[in-house]
């Protein structure tokens, strides 16, 4: 057999992993950098403004000067913190998000006169479990910064952020039971190669990938779910106390997160790599062109996300505590946890019924039963029932009783704006 | 339910959250392709100010470049900051002429009297709002500097209708 398809010797491996660790590393740090440059170009954007653009041409050399003013800046260690745990904390936030990238596959692979060569830094067979473990860890960083701070604003938004975090790794990790359902693995390949030959997960378990990607939203702290950091009510939150280059990694962490969830997303849910409509990247021996060609499609998916994440976060306001609450625990979960019966019942009675997986009878039925849910969900359940806490779904005799209780708002008349 | 929690009436069968949010979207990349962006350049490009701006004074002079300023001593005795410094000379001819005729820019509130009062049209404020300067001193100026300024002059009245209406 060919020698450039078959896995390569130990050492080989041992250099190969080298330099595909040295760059993703580059690649992703460049990325993060450039992402800050992103959000503000499209914030400004869509508030009708220009954005940075005095530096170099169309401003690209603006992440350089932010950098650089950062590095320079006076390091303000406040008197009353705890030293150690206040230095590690910037540094929590940001390594399981970049841990989390050696397990995700960016592209089929790549043929070499020394062996084949895995577009992966660690194509480790639980991959799906350790990037679950990994990304839970990151929260740690913003926990700890909050408590080390010893200020009461960083406090609380890190207690915010653990409450956050606990609410919607529930939900997150039920969404994902339904992909493991699908995939029959936790490998993150298997996965994407069950994705290339059945047809996308977003297609076939559109709900999970919902709720996956409301709950990446609230894990990666941005808007809508930005609580911790609240600057109307909690300053910057966790980072009040930082300064100076310890204060920038927590934004790189954040967009590292950002790119990290992105990537998770695709990988799970819009086939990773996976070059759509067609069969010719997935089957046959591995080619140059294959592996280029794949890497070029995870990068698109994964920008198009990053964008999505950047569009949210300039047109949705803040949740109040309690409906990010009540969206977590009384919409979020249940629903994950329903749909993972109707799920598995569903692959149950197909299995049963003995439709072969990846049949056209089998997506057909899936992909009608989540047009169906996804209707039920959007258009008929979202009728301000199911995200709005309960405080507020006040209505009829009730609302008389609150009224005669409150007589100083019982002379408004209805529709009155208050 | 807490104590003081403001309550909504809302009906509850109409609101959405999933479309809204659509619809939202929507119209934030709406703008964000919009070419039509509200940033003015600054450095690059500067708004037109307005004919009654009233900004850093500006000594007026004769053909020959002397200030027209007469040392009549109409400006300082009507400033209410207290910022014209004016000491009056007299030439060979019996002319007057300021010998020292310093604004102190910082204590100036602009309110254009000195340009009212002046009976040579010698004094005026300018058109002109960049001032920045290294230090405090650079903000008295001087006679020198007043007449060496190139700003239009600010017009207190339009001359077609001097009564504002």
Redesign the interface.
């Given at each position: 057999m060919d020698p450039m398809q078959l896995p390569p010797s130990a050492g080989v491996f041992l250099v190969a992993t080298l330099i595909k660790l040295l760059l993703v590393f580059t690649v992703y740090m460049i990325a993060v950098a450039y992402t800050t440059f992103a959000e503000r170009k499209i914030s400004a954007w869509i508030q009708d403004r220009i954005g940075p653009n005095r530096v170099g041409p169309w401003g690209l050399f603006q992440v350089l000067a932010d950098g650089l003013k950062n590095l320079m800046k006076e390091e303000a260690m406040p008197g009353a913190v705890n030293k150690p745990l206040f230095v590690l904390a910037p540094a929590l936030a940001f390594i399981p998000a970049l841990i989390a990238w050696a397990v995700i596959p960016f592209g089929a692979p790549l043929p070499t006169p020394w062996g084949r060569i895995d577009m992966v830094v660690a194509d480790m067979p639980i991959g799906f479990l350790f990037t679950l473990a990994i990304t839970s860890i990151g929260v740690y960083g913003i926990v700890i910064a909050g408590w080390s701070s010893n200020n009461k604003y960083a406090l609380l938004g890190g207690l915010r952020s653990t409450a956050q975090v606990i609410s919607y790794e529930l939900a997150m990790g039920m969404s994902c039971v339904v992909v493991l359902l699908m995939a029959g693995n936790v490998s993150l390949n298997q996965i994407i190669v069950q994705q290339a030959t059945m047809g996308w997960n977003v297609l076939l378990i559109s709900v999970a990938a919902f709720i996956f990607l409301v709950a990446g939203f609230a894990e990666t702290n941005r808007l809508p779910f930005d609580l911790p950091e609240a600057e109307s009510e909690l300053i910057t939150g966790y980072h009040t106390e930082y300064s100076a280059f310890k204060f920038s990694l927590f934004f790189i962490a954040e967009y590292a997160n950002l790119i990290t969830a992105s990537a998770l997303f695709v990988t799970l849910f819009l086939g990773g790599w996976d070059i759509p409509f067609t069969q010719w990247d997935n089957i046959g021996p591995a080619t140059v062109g294959k592996s280029l060609a794949t890497i070029a499609m995870f990068a698109a998916k994964v920008l198009f996300f990053m964008f999505f994440f950047i569009w949210v976060r300039w047109t949705l306001p803040r949740f109040r505590y309690d409906q990010l609450m009540s969206l977590g625990w009384k919409f979020m979960l249940p629903t994950a946890l329903a749909y993972i019966v109707i799920v598995a019942s569903t692959i149950l009675g197909l299995d049963a019924l003995g439709l072969v997986r990846g049949s056209w009878a089998y997506l057909l039925t899936m992909m009608g039963l989540n047009l169906v849910l996804v209707v039920i969900l959007f258009f008929i359940l979202d009728r301000g029932r199911l995200i709005s806490p309960a405080d507020t779904r006040v209505s009829g005799a009730r609302l008389e009783a609150l009224r005669r209780r409150a007589p100083r708002r019982a002379n408004f008349a209805p529709g009155e704006i208050r | 339910?807490g104590i003081n929690?403001k309550?909504?009436?809302?009906?509850?069968?109409?609101?959405?959250?999933?479309?809204a949010?659509l619809s939202?979207?929507a119209?934030?990349?709406k703008?964000?392709?919009?070419p039509?962006?509200?940033?003015l350049?600054y450095p690059d490009e500067k708004w037109g100010l307005p004919d009654r701006w009233r900004g850093t004074h500006r000594m007026l002079t004769t053909e020959t470049g002397a200030a027209k300023c007469v040392a009549c001593g109409l400006c300082p005795t009507v400033c209410p900051a207290n910022c014209i410094k004016l000491v009056p000379g007299e030439d060979e001819a019996g002319n007057r002429y300021p010998l020292v005729f310093e604004i102190d820019e910082f204590r100036c509130i602009f309110c254009g009297y000195c340009q009212e009062v002046c009976p040579e049209e010698a004094i005026h404020l300018g058109r002109h709002y960049e001032n920045a300067e290294f230090n405090r001193e650079r903000f008295v100026y001087d006679l020198e500097r007043l007449t060496a300024q190139t700003h239009p002059v600010s017009e207190l009245w339009d001359p077609a209708d001097p009564r504002g209406e």
């Open positions: - | 339910m929690v309550v909504m009436e809302r009906p509850v069968g109409e609101v959405s959250y999933v479309r949010t939202g979207l119209l934030t990349f703008h964000m392709v919009h039509h962006k509200v940033t350049q």
